[in-house]
C-alpha cells in the first residue's frame, strides 16, 4: 500500500529531553511537511523540505530541527528548546512543492505528551 | 498574511439533511483551496482540491465551490450520514504554503 507512516503513535517525553518523531512515504513524493496540531487551533506548519538534502522553516521552527536524507524520510526533532511541545504531530507530503497544485496527503500523526 | 476562517465552528444535524460548511479567506492569490476531513485522533483526508481557475468541484455526494474575488469556498454535503461526522478543514495554497482554517465539527445523529 501507498502512504505515510508516521512513529509513535503516541510519545511521551520528560521535560529536557530530545525526541524525534519518525515520517516515511512510499509515494515517490519530492515535498515533505511537518504540521503541528493544539485543541482549537488549525493546523501550523513548521517545516517543509521540497527536495532531498533542503529543508526550509514554516511559521513555529523554533525548538524544532529536522532532516532531509533519503527522499522517503524526513523526521522532526523536538528539542529541550521547544517551551511547550505537547500536541499532535502531522507529516504530510506531496508531489510538488508547497506553492503548487497539488494535494498534500497526510500520515496519522504522533501525539506527544511531556510530563 | 493570508487568514482563514470557518464557519460554523459546529454543526449538529439529524441524518438526511443537506448542509454547507463555509470558509473564507483574506488573500485571494491563491493556487488552489482544498477540502479535508479529520476524524478525532487520526490524520486528514483530502476531499476535493479547487484549482485557482476552477469554480467548483464533485465527489459523490460532496460538492465543493469557490469564489476568489470574494475570498470564500462552501463545502456542500448532500443527505448527510452519520458516518459523515468529522471535522472539515479548508486550507488555502498560497506561495511556499498551505494555510488551514480551523475547521467545523460537525455530528451528524441518527
Known amino acids: 500500500d501507498g502512504g505515510i507512516t508516521q512513529s509513535p503513535k503516541y510519545l511521551f517525553r520528560k521535560e529536557g529531553q530530545n525526541v524525534t518523531l519518525s515520517c516515511e512515504q512510499n509515494?515517490?513524493?519530492?515535498?515533505m511537511y511537518w504540521y503541528r496540531q493544539d485543541p482549537g487551533q488549525g493546523l501550523r506548519l513548521i517545516y517543509y523540505s521540497q527536495i532531498v538534502n533542503d529543508f526550509q522553516k514554516g511559521d513555529i521552527a523554533e525548538g524544532y530541527s529536522v532532516s532531509r536524507e533519503k527522499k522517503e524520510s524526513f523526521p522532526l526533532t523536538v528539542t529541550s528548546a521547544q517551551k511547550n511541545p505537547t500536541a499532535f504531530y502531522l507529516c504530510a507530503s506531496s508531489a510538488g512543492g508547497p506553492g503548487g497544485t497539488d494535494t498534500q496527503y497526510f500520515g496519522p500523526g504522533t501525539r506527544l505528551t511531556v510530563l | 498574511k493570508q487568514e482563514v476562517t470557518q464557519i460554523p465552528a459546529a454543526l449538529s444535524v439529524p441524518e438526511g439533511e443537506n448542509l454547507v460548511l463555509n470558509c473564507s479567506f483574506t488573500d485571494s492569490a491563491i493556487y488552489n483551496l482544498q477540502w479535508f476531513r479529520q476524524d478525532p485522533g487520526k490524520g486528514l483526508t483530502s476531499l476535493l482540491l479547487i484549482q485557482s481557475s476552477q469554480r467548483e468541484q464533485t465527489s459523490g455526494r460532496l460538492n465543493a465551490s469557490l469564489d476568489k474575488s470574494s475570498g470564500r469556498s462552501t463545502l456542500y454535503i448532500a443527505a448527510s450520514q452519520p458516518g459523515d461526522s468529522a471535522t472539515y478543514l479548508c486550507a488555502v495554497t498560497g506561495f511556499q504554503k498551505l494555510v488551514f482554517g480551523t475547521g467545523t465539527r460537525l455530528l451528524v445523529s441518527p
Open positions: 509515494l515517490n513524493h519530492d515535498a
